[in-house]
């Protein structure tokens, strides 16, 4: 059974910093693709960032620059830094993975492709 977890959200001002954690169960996590989504009330989901087994990253041009998506294999824990945030940047952020495709993992990749999803954490930047 697989439970992604998510933390760290939270209200910020504009330009400041905020990681959140997905903390995942599952005995060959390593070799999962993992991602972040968000989504803003009333507009579709937005991939954000992915990165596979082999800890290549790939992101959504309006955070590129600015979040870094990485992994701890030996902790089971996917991580967003998400710098110089603005207030557009305001959202449910979801932490997701998929376990049949790994090898295709990258930020274009469809959200229904993603079998497993966190229960979103809010963040809030003014």
């Known amino acids: 059974h697989v439970q992604l977890v998510e933390s760290g959200g939270g209200s910020v001002q504009a330009g400041g910093s905020l990681r959140l954690s997905c903390a995942a169960s599952g005995r060959t996590y390593s070799k999962w693709c993992m991602g972040w989504f968000r989504q803003v009330p009333g507009k579709e989901r937005e991939g954000l960032a992915t990165?596979?087994?082999?800890?290549?990253?790939a992101y959504a041009d309006s955070v590129k620059g600015r979040f870094t998506i990485s992994r701890d294999d030996s902790k089971r824990t996917l991580y967003l830094q998400m710098d110089n945030l603005k207030p557009e940047d305001s959202a449910t952020y979801y932490c997701v993975a998929d376990r049949r495709f790994p090898s295709r993992c990258s930020v274009g990749k469809a959200e229904w492709a993603f079998t497993y999803w966190g229960q979103g954490t809010q963040v809030t930047v003014s």
């Open positions: 990165i596979d087994s082999r800890g290549i990253t």
